[in-house]
C-alpha cells in the first residue's frame, strides 16, 4: 500500500490523481470550480478555505462525516488501523470495514482526506472544524488529549502527577506526558489502574465518558474526584473546572469514538403492501383530479385573477377565497396556484393594476392530451425551488409568506424531491413506506446542521403529502408512471433546476404512455333524469363539458359530475346566445337516455319568457295616435339623422335628445308639442328663465371703510407715542446721530432700564427684532429680569416684552419741552 | 374498474342502476350509506358520520365500508375520503353508556383524552354527575337521551350499551290468518328489534301499521301508540284488532274525546300537546304505565313537545314510522338522535316493483292564468300571493274537467283553502271534508266513499296522512302547504294502496303557470322526483280541450 513517494501536501495529492478522480471532485464539489482554478495549488489552497470545506462536510452522509470526526481526533497522520479502532471500537461489528472503506474513499474522493497508503491526513481546515475545543465540543464528546490538557502545567504538578498514577519521575515535562499517554493508551495497565478506583470515581468517569467531557469541582475536591484528579484521570483546565482527557475516554468507550455507530443507512421500511394496481389506478385517479383542479383554478381566474399584492404574491383573502372556489383546503390551494406558477401555467399580467391571469402557455397545455398535461404538471414540480408548504409561515424578517410571492424558493426542495421519490422506487411496488422511516433515512443522508430549523425534514413531509396530491404516489406508494417520471433524474448525479426542462423529454414520454391507459376516458354522453338532474358518469369531452357547465349548475364533483338545471341555470344558457331549439338538440345528442319531459318544459317555459321583455336606451320618443304620420315621418329622408326607432306602431324612439328631436321634426314641417314625464304637454310659451334664491351684492366702497370712535381714539393715542418717540428731546445727545439708533453698553442699558422702573420713566429705546428690523420706541420699563424687559410701550400702545439684547441702546427722554 | 359505484370526493355516491352489478353493490352500501335520490338512472347515496356510526352500531367496520367502496368503484376512490371514513367511523365507541353496579348509569371511556374533550363542553357539564374513576363518569339517567344527542353534536357518539326496561308484558301476536307479514314488513321488524329502537322508513300504502303490529308481537308488551289525529288513532285500533290476538277491551283510546289507559293505549299528538296554565297535563300519559315499547306514528310529524318528553324516554323501546323523513323544518337528526337511527328505509319504487302499491302517474297540469287573474296576481299583497293564484276560477274548471274525466273512480280532490274547496263541493256535487267536520261525520263520509256510494269526496289537509281510503284511485291537489314536500308524498300516498284489479293510481296536481305556485310545485316534487317518480306535464288547454 505504502508507496515510496508519499505526497507531502494535498496538491500533490490531487497532482497523483487520474482525470476522473478530478472530475468526480469536481462535481461533488462544484464550488472549488468558481472561478476555474490556475493550477492544483491553487485548487488544493481553495479545496481547504473554512467556507469550502464546511460546505463539503456538510454534504456527507452521517457515517462518513463520523469517520470525518474520528479522523479529527485521531493522531496525525492516522493509520487504518487506529482509524478502523475509533470507528469501531475493539469489537468490530460486522462490515464496518466495508462501510469504513467507502466512507475514506468519499473523503478521499472530495479531497478532504489524503496522504497515502496507511497515513491518513484529514485537511487542516477540517480537522480545526472538527477537534474538540472547549468552546465547540465535537460530536464525539472527547475532551483534549492529555497532552493539550497538561500543557502549561508547573513541572512539579506534572512529576506529581505521574507518581500517583504509578509511574516513575521523569526529568522532564515532555517526557512525563508521553509516559502518561502511553499509561492511558495501554489498556490493561489502564484497566488495572481503574481497577483500584473508588466506586465513586469510576461512577464520576462515567458519566462524563461520553461527553460533555467537561465537569465543575469545588476549590476542596471530595475524596473520589481527588482519586481521579490526583492521578491525572481529570486534569484541571480552568479554576474549577476539569476535564476527562481524550485517551481516558476512549480507554472507557473500548477506543470509540462515537456512542453510536451509524455504519449503515437505516432501511426504508414499508408501512403498507398495496397491490400495484390499486396503487397506479388510485395515483391516476389523483393525476386526473389534479389535472381538474388546475384547469377549475385556471377558470375561476379567467376573467381576471386575483390582485398581485405590493409586496409580490397572493393576499391571504384570495387565498381563502381559491381553496373555497377549489373546495379543498388552504394549504393545498396554495399548492395548486404555485403548481400552476411553476409550470408556467399562470403569472402576473403585469399591468398596471396588476392581477394574475393565466399564460399563453395554459392555452397550449390545454390542447395537450391529458397525460401529457399531467406529466408537464408533474415535472415542473420534481424540478422546481419553489415550495407551497412554506405559505403562511413566515421569513425571517417575521414577514408572511404568501402563495406566489418571494421568499418561496428553496434550493433544496428540487434534490429532495427526487430523493424522497428515489427511497419509495426502491421499496418494492406498491408498497407504501413509513414516513418517519423515510425522514430517518434522509437525516443519515444528509445529517441537519446543529440549530439551523430542519428545513430538509419539512421538504421531505411535504413532498409525500404533494406527491399524493399529485398522483405521483396512490396510497402513499409510487407509481408507475411516478417511476418512469423518476427514472431520468435518478441517473444524474445532481439534479439542478435546469435538468427538469430536459428531463421532459424521454422520461416524461415514459410517464405519459404509462399514465395514459390509467385515465378514464372522456365521455360524450350524460344521463338525463327526471327529477331535473343530469348525471355525466366520468370525465366529459371539453366542449361538452364547457356547454353543459353554462346549461346547469355543478352539484358534485369528482370521478362524475352530476348537473342541476334550474330556471336560472338555462336562462344563463339562453342569454350566452343559445335558443332553446338549440338546448333541446344539444341534450338529445349527448343524452344516452330520453329527455325527461319536464326538462324539456324547464327549457321551454323559460325560453318562452326568456327576452320577452326588451330593455334598451333612448333618449326621446315620439308618440302619436296616427300610425299614418309616424310612417311619413319614418318615410321622409329629412329625418335620417334623428335615427328614429319604431318601437310599436305609435310610438318612435330616438338617441337624440328632445331638444334635437323637436327641432328636426319642426324642420320637417310638422308641429310637435314636448312632454313632461307625466304625460302633460309642456307648454313651450317663453318660460321667463328665473335663479336660484339669490342674495343683492354688497356694495363695494373705494378705500378702506370708516373707521369708528374707538378705532379712532386708539389711532390718535398711537400716533402721538409715535410722535413722542421720534421728536422727544433727549436728555444728552447719545453717541448716535440723530435718526439712528441710541447705543450704549449693555450694562449701561441695564442700568437705565432699572431705573428706569423705579422711577417711572419713559425711555427712548433702539430696537432690532427678529427679522433683524430695526425701529425706535418710547417704553417705560415695568420689570427687568432674565434678560427681559417688560414695558409699555408707547408707540405700540400695549404692555410688551423686549430681550435685553435686541435692545441697541437707551435714553432718557428729555424733559418736556417747554 | 367498472364497478357501478362512482365515488366522489364530497362524500356522495353515485349508483347507476342498470349496471349489473347495481344490487350486490347496494346491498353493500345500503348499512352505511343514506340513500338520498332515487330517479331513473343514478341513484344518490350519502356518506354521512350518522349513517357511518350507524353502521359501526350494526357492527360493520371502517374496512367492510372501505372494501364495499373499492370494490364496486369505477374510478379510483379519493384517498381523503377512505382516510376520513376510517377516521369517522373510529370515533364511535370511544365513549360508552352503561349501567353500573354502583352508580347506575355510567359514561365510560377507552381513550381517556376523549373524555376529557367532552366532559369541557359546556353542554356536557350540566348532563354528567360525579367522577367515579379517570375514566368513567355518573350520567343522570334522566338525562340519557339528551347527553346522546349532545355527544352527537360534539362528533363523539356513545355506544348505549345500558339496554332497555323490558316493560310490563302483555301477550301479543300476530294472527297470520289470510295473510302474511310482507317480506319487506319483516325485514324491518327484525332490523328494529335487533337494533332496540330506530326508525322505519316505508312508502305511503306499504303497510307501515303492520310494522307497528309486528314490533308489537316481538315486544309482548304494553304498548303506546302515539298518532296523529282520531282518525287514525280508530284505523290502528281496527287493524290491531283484525292482525293480532289483541282484542277491542285491550285497546284505549286516548283522545280529546276518550281518557282510556289500556295494555295497547293508542293516543294523539293534539291531545299530548294540549297546553293548559304553561304545561302539559297529558304528557304524564308516558309515565302512567310501565310501557314496554313507544310508536310514532308519522314521526316527521312529532312535535316539539314530545321530542322534548321523548329525551327522557330513552330506556324504552321506541319505533318511529314513516313515508318520508324529510321535515321542512331540518329537525331530522333530532329524530334520528331521540327515536333512534333509520332501521329500514325501502325506495318507493322499489316496493312498487314488488307489487304493493300501485304504480302512480303523475301529473303536473299547468293552467294558464286568464288576463284578469295575472293582472290581479300581479297587484295582490306578497302574502296573498300564493292563495290567489292557488284558487283561481281556472283552476276550478280544470278540476272539474279532470273530475269528469275520471268519472267512475274513486276521486279524492284534496286543498288547503276551505273556500276553494266548499266552492269545488259545491260545482262538483260532492261532500266536504274539513277541519270543522265531526269525528262521526267523517268516518260516516269515508265509509261511504269505501263502499263507492259516493265516488268523490273534497278533502282539507285533515286527510293528508294515515286515512286509509284503498279504493281511491284517483287524487287531485288544487293547492297545498307552500312548498312542503312530505305533504305531496303523503298525498300522492292516499292512492298507492294496490288496486283490486291492479290498474295504476293517478295524481294531479293542479298548478298555476308562471306564478309562485309553480315555485312552490317544483319544490314540492323535489321528493317524489327523487323518488322516482317522474312528474308528466299538461296543459290545462289539452284537458279543457279533452273535456269539451
Not at chain 1, 476535564?243 to 414499508?270: N, Q, S
Not at chain 1, 398495496?274 to 383530479?289: F, L, S
Not at chain 2, 313507544?294 to 321530542?307: G, M, N, R, S, T
Not at chain 2, 289537509?461 to 307552500?482: H, Y
Request: with cysteine.
Amino acid at each position: 500500500m505504502s508507496t515510496p513517494d508519499a505526497p507531502r501536501s494535498l496538491a500533490e495529492a490531487l497532482r497523483a490523481c487520474d482525470d476522473a478522480a478530478m472530475v468526480a471532485l469536481l462535481r461533488a464539489r462544484p464550488d472549488l470550480l468558481t472561478p476555474v482554478p490556475n493550477d492544483l495549488t491553487q485548487l488544493a489552497t481553495r479545496a481547504g478555505t473554512r467556507a469550502s470545506v464546511v460546505r463539503a462536510l456538510e454534504r456527507l452522509d452521517r457515517f462518513t462525516q463520523q469517520v470525518a470526526e474520528a479522523l479529527a481526533v485521531a493522531p496525525e497522520p492516522a493509520t487504518y488501523g487506529e482509524l478502523l479502532g475509533l470507528v469501531a471500537g475493539d469489537d468490530e461489528p460486522d462490515g464496518v470495514r466495508d462501510a469504513l472503506d467507502r466512507a475514506l474513499g468519499t473523503l478521499r474522493g472530495q479531497a478532504l482526506v489524503w496522504g497515502g497508503g496507511d497515513r491518513f491526513r484529514l485537511v487542516r481546515t477540517a480537522r480545526e472544524l472538527l477537534a474538540p475545543t472547549p468552546q465547540r465540543p465535537s460530536p464525539t464528546g472527547l475532551g483534549p488529549t492529555v497532552g493539550e490538557a497538561m500543557a502549561g502545567m508547573s513541572p512539579g504538578r506534572v512529576q506529581s502527577l505521574v507518581t500517583a498514577a504509578g509511574l516513575a519521575a521523569t526529568h522532564d515535562a515532555v517526557s512525563a506526558v508521553e509516559a502518561l499517554t502511553a499509561l492511558f493508551t495501554d489498556r490493561k495497565r489502564m484497566a488495572a489502574l481503574l481497577d483500584e478506583a473508588p466506586p465513586e470515581s469510576v461512577e464520576v468517569l462515567s458519566r462524563l465518558v461520553w461527553g460533555p467531557p467537561y465537569g465543575q469541582v469545588t476549590a476542596e475536591p471530595a475524596g473520589h474526584l481527588r482519586w481521579l484528579i490526583d492521578r491525572g484521570l481529570l486534569l484541571p483546565t480552568a479554576p474549577g473546572t476539569v476535564v476527562l482527557p481524550r485517551e481516558v475516554a476512549l480507554h472507557l468507550r473500548g477506543g470509540r469514538a462515537h456512542h453510536v455507530l451509524e455504519a449503515v443507512a437505516p432501511p426504508v421500511v414499508a408501512a403498507r403492501e398495496h397491490r400495484p394496481q390499486v396503487v397506479d389506478n388510485t395515483a391516476a385517479g389523483q393525476a386526473h383530479m389534479a389535472l381538474a383542479t388546475v384547469e377549475e383554478l385556471l377558470k375561476d381566474w379567467d376573467e381576471g385573477g386575483p390582485a398581485v399584492l405590493r409586496a409580490g404574491g397572493l393576499s391571504v383573502r384570495d387565498l381563502k377565497r381559491t381553496a373555497v372556489a377549489l373546495d379543498v383546503p388552504e394549504p393545498q390551494a396554495a399548492f395548486w396556484v404555485e403548481l400552476a406558477y411553476s409550470a408556467g401555467l399562470l403569472a402576473a399580467d403585469g399591468e398596471a393594476d396588476e392581477r394574475y391571469a393565466a399564460t399563453p402557455a395554459y392555452d397550449t397545455w390545454q390542447e395537450l392530451p391529458v397525460a401529457e398535461r399531467w406529466t408537464r404538471l408533474a415535472t415542473a414540480w420534481l424540478a422546481g425551488t419553489r415550495t407551497a408548504g412554506l405559505v403562511g409561515g413566515r421569513d425571517s424578517k417575521d414577514r408572511t409568506l404568501s402563495a406566489l410571492g418571494p421568499g418561496l424558493d428553496r434550493s433544496a426542495a428540487p434534490e429532495v424531491r427526487t430523493r424522497v421519490l428515489g427511497l419509495l422506487a426502491e421499496l418494492p411496488e406498491g408498497a407504501a413506506p413509513d414516513a418517519e422511516s423515510v425522514q430517518a433515512r434522509l437525516r443519515w443522508e444528509r445529517p441537519p446542521g446543529t440549530g439551523a430549523s430542519d428545513l430538509r425534514s419539512r421538504l421531505a413531509h411535504w413532498t409525500l403529502e404533494e406527491a399524493e396530491l399529485l398522483g405521483v404516489t396512490g396510497r402513499g406508494a409510487l407509481s408507475a408512471h411516478g417511476r418512469a417520471l423518476l427514472a431520468e433524474g435518478l441517473d444524474q448525479h445532481s439534479p439542478s433546476p435546469g435538468s427538469g426542462g430536459a428531463g421532459t423529454g424521454a422520461a416524461g414520454e415514459r410517464a405519459a404512455r404509462l399514465l395514459a391507459p390509467l385515465l378514464p376516458e372522456p365521455l360524450d354522453h350524460v344521463l338525463l333524469q327526471a327529477d331535473l338532474t343530469a348525471v355525466a358518469p366520468g370525465p366529459l369531452r371539453r366542449p361538452l363539458a364547457d356547454a353543459l357547465a353554462v346549461l346547469a349548475d355543478i352539484e358534485s364533483k369528482g370521478g362524475a359530475t352530476v348537473y342541476r338545471f334550474t330556471p336560472g341555470s338555462v336562462r344563463r344558457a339562453l342569454d350566452a346566445g343559445q335558443s332553446a331549439s338549440d338546448l333541446h338538440a344539444f341534450l338529445t345528442a349527448h343524452s344516452r337516455t330520453p329527455v325527461p319531459q319536464p326538462l324539456s318544459y324547464l327549457i321551454d317555459d323559460v325560453a318562452r319568457k326568456h327576452g320577452h321583455l326588451r330593455i334598451g336606451a333612448a333618449s326621446a320618443y315620439v308618440r302619436c295616435d296616427d300610425e299614418g304620420v309616424l310612417n311619413e315621418i319614418l318615410a321622409d329622408r329629412r329625418g335620417e339623422g334623428l335615427r328614429l326607432r319604431r318601437l310599436a306602431p305609435t310610438v318612435l324612439a330616438t338617441p337624440a335628445d328632445p331638444a334635437t328631436l323637436l327641432e328636426g321634426l319642426r324642420s320637417m314641417g310638422f308641429a310637435p308639442s314636448a312632454e313632461s314625464a307625466e304625460g302633460d304637454v309642456l307648454i313651450t310659451r317663453a318660460h321667463s328663465h328665473r335663479t336660484p334664491p339669490r342674495t343683492a351684492p354688497e356694495p363695494v366702497p373705494d378705500g378702506p371703510p370708516l373707521p369708528d370712535a374707538t378705532l379712532l381714539g386708539a389711532a390718535v393715542r398711537a400716533i402721538r407715542a409715535g410722535d413722542l418717540a421720534s421728536t422727544a428731546p433727549r436728555k444728552e445727545a447719545p453717541t448716535a446721530a440723530p435718526g439712528e439708533l441710541p447705543r450704549t453698553t449693555a450694562a449701561e442699558t441695564l442700568a437705565t432700564m432699572q431705573a428706569a422702573v423705579l422711577t417711572g420713566e419713559a425711555l427712548w429705546i433702539g430696537y432690532v427684532n427678529a427679522e433683524g428690523a430695526a425701529s425706535q420706541r418710547v417704553i417705560a420699563p415695568v420689570r427687568v429680569e432674565g434678560g427681559f424687559v417688560t414695558a409699555y410701550d408707547h408707540t405700540a400702545d400695549e404692555v410688551r416684552t423686549y430681550p435685553l439684547h435686541r435692545v441697541t441702546g437707551v435714553a432718557e427722554l428729555a424733559d418736556e419741552a417747554g | 374498474m367498472n364497478g357501478p359505484l362512482i365515488v366522489q370526493s364530497d362524500k356522495t355516491l353515485l349508483l347507476e342502476v342498470d349496471h349489473e352489478q347495481a344490487d350486490a353493490c347496494r346491498r353493500a352500501i345500503a348499512p352505511f350509506a343514506e340513500l338520498e335520490r332515487a330517479p331513473e338512472h343514478i341513484h344518490t347515496y350519502r356518506l354521512t358520520p350518522l349513517g357511518l356510526w350507524n353502521a359501526r352500531a350494526a357492527g360493520h367496520d371502517a374496512e367492510q365500508v372501505v372494501d364495499a367502496l373499492v370494490a364496486y368503484s369505477r374510478y379510483p376512490v379519493p384517498h381523503a375520503l377512505l382516510v376520513d371514513v376510517a377516521e369517522t367511523m373510529a370515533r364511535y365507541g370511544r365513549l360508552t353508556l352503561a349501567k353500573h353496579p354502583a352508580h347506575g348509569l355510567v359514561l365510560t371511556t377507552t381513550d381517556r383524552p376523549v373524555l376529557e374533550e367532552i366532559l369541557r363542553s359546556k353542554k356536557i357539564q350540566p348532563l354528567v354527575g360525579t367522577r367515579v374513576d379517570p375514566d368513567t363518569v355518573a350520567v343522570h339517567p334522566s338525562e340519557r337521551g339528551q347527553i346522546k344527542q349532545t355527544l352527537l353534536k360534539l362528533g363523539w357518539p356513545a355506544e348505549d350499551l345500558a339496554g332497555y326496561v323490558d316493560g310490563e308484558a302483555h301477550a301479543i301476536d300476530l294472527d297470520e290468518t289470510g295473510w302474511a307479514l310482507r317480506p319487506y314488513q319483516r325485514q324491518a321488524v327484525e332490523n328494529f328489534w335487533h337494533g332496540g329502537s330506530g326508525v322505519v322508513v316505508l312508502p305511503c300504502g306499504a303497510g307501515k301499521t303492520l310494522v307497528g303490529a309486528g314490533a308489537m308481537a316481538e315486544a309482548k308488551a304494553t304498548t303506546l301508540i302515539l298518532v296523529t289525529n282520531t282518525v287514525s288513532a280508530r284505523q290502528w285500533k281496527h287493524e290491531l284488532v283484525k292482525r293480532t290476538s289483541l282484542t277491542e277491551d285491550e285497546i284505549g283510546e286516548y283522545s280529546g274525546t276518550k281518557k282510556e289507559i289500556r295494555p295497547v293505549t293508542i293516543a294523539t299528538y293534539q291531545v299530548l300537546t294540549t297546553r293548559r296554565k304553561g304545561i302539559y297535563p297529558h304528557l304524564e300519559l308516558f309515565d302512567s304505565r310501565d310501557w314496554g315499547l313507544i310508536l310514532y306514528d308519522e314521526v316527521h310529524l312529532l312535535p316539539a313537545p314530545v321530542f322534548k318528553f321523548t329525551a327522557d324516554l330513552q330506556a324504552r323501546r321506541r319505533l318511529g314510522l314513516t313515508a318520508t323523513l324529510v321535515r321542512e323544518d331540518g329537525r331530522e337528526s333530532d329524530v334520528f338522535s331521540l327515536i333512534g337511527p333509520k332501521r329500514f328505509d325501502a325506495p318507493w319504487k322499489e316496493i312498487e316493483a314488488q307489487g304493493y302499491i300501485a304504480p302512480a302517474d303523475c301529473v303536473e297540469v299547468r293552467v294558464n292564468l286568464t288576463d284578469s287573474e295575472r293582472l290581479a296576481y300581479a297587484t295582490a299583497e306578497a302574502e296573498e300571493k300564493y292563495r290567489f293564484c292557488a284558487t283561481t276560477a281556472t283552476k276550478r274548471k280544470v278540476t272539474e274537467a279532470l273530475v269528469r274525466k275520471h268519472a267512475g273512480q274513486q276521486t279524492l280532490v284534496i286543498g288547503q283553502y276551505i273556500d276553494q274547496l266548499d266552492e269545488l263541493g259545491e260545482h262538483l256535487n260532492a261532500p266536504v271534508i274539513k277541519g270543522e267536520t265531526t269525528n262521526a261525520q267523517r268516518e260516516k263520509l269515508f265509509d261511504a266513499f269505501r263502499e263507492g256510494e259516493i265516488s268523490v269526496l273534497v278533502v282539507s289537509k285533515v286527510a293528508n296522512f294515515s286515512i286509509d281510503l284503498p279504493e281511491a284511485t284517483v287524487a287531485i291537489q288544487v293547492s297545498g302547504t307552500f312548498g312542503s314536500r312530505q305533504e305531496e308524498a303523503q298525498r300522492l300516498g292516499r292512492v298507492l294502496r294496490p288496486k283490486a284489479d291492479g290498474h295504476e293510481a293517478r295524481f294531479y296536481s293542479v298548478v298555476a303557470r308562471d306564478t309562485i305556485d309553480q315555485d312552490f310545485a317544483a319544490h314540492r316534487q323535489r321528493f317524489l322526483a327523487e323518488q322516482g317518480y317522474a312528474y308528466r306535464i299538461l296543459d290545462a288547454d289539452a284537458v279543457l280541450a279533452e273535456d269539451a
